[in-house]
Nanobody
Framework: QVQLVESGGGLVQPGGSLRLSCAAS????????MAWYRQAPGKQRELVAR???????NYEDSVKGRFTISRDNAKTTVYLQMSTLKPEDTAVYYC?????????WGQGTQVTVSS
């Protein structure tokens, strides 16, 4: 069992930056594949970025070069550094932990990019 708590969302102007954090507890954090998903109003939830237990990363095409996912196993936390934000990045961002057939979700944090 893994509990995930996101933080760091908010309102930011286009071109601005935010860093999301996801604190995990309850299991061996370092062995989980961690990811950030997002869901905009009226759209399906989509994968934004993923980081494996050994630090390999992959990103959704629209965020490549702008977002960076990282993890600190000692702090059992995963981060999403978001830069050059665009209005189309507006969504609820969810933290996800996966291990085999087990998958856990946080409650989500709202990111709004607007002038």
């Amino acid at each position: 069992q893994v509990q995930l708590v996101e933080s760091g969302g908010g309102l930011v102007q286009p071109g601005g930056s935010l860093r999301l954090s996801c604190a995990a507890s309850g299991s061996i954090f370092s062995i989980y594949v961690m990811a950030w998903y997002r869901q905009a109003p009226g759209k399906q939830r989509e994968l934004v970025a993923r980081i494996t237990s050994n630090g390999s990363t992959n990103y959704e095409d629209s965020v490549k070069g702008r977002f960076t996912i990282s993890r600190d196993n000692a702090k059992t936390t995963v981060y999403l550094q978001m830069s050059t934000l665009k209005p189309e990045d507006t969504a609820v961002y969810y933290c996800n932990a996966a291990l085999g057939r087990y998958m856990y979700w946080g409650q989500g944090t709202q990111v709004t990019v607007s002038s």
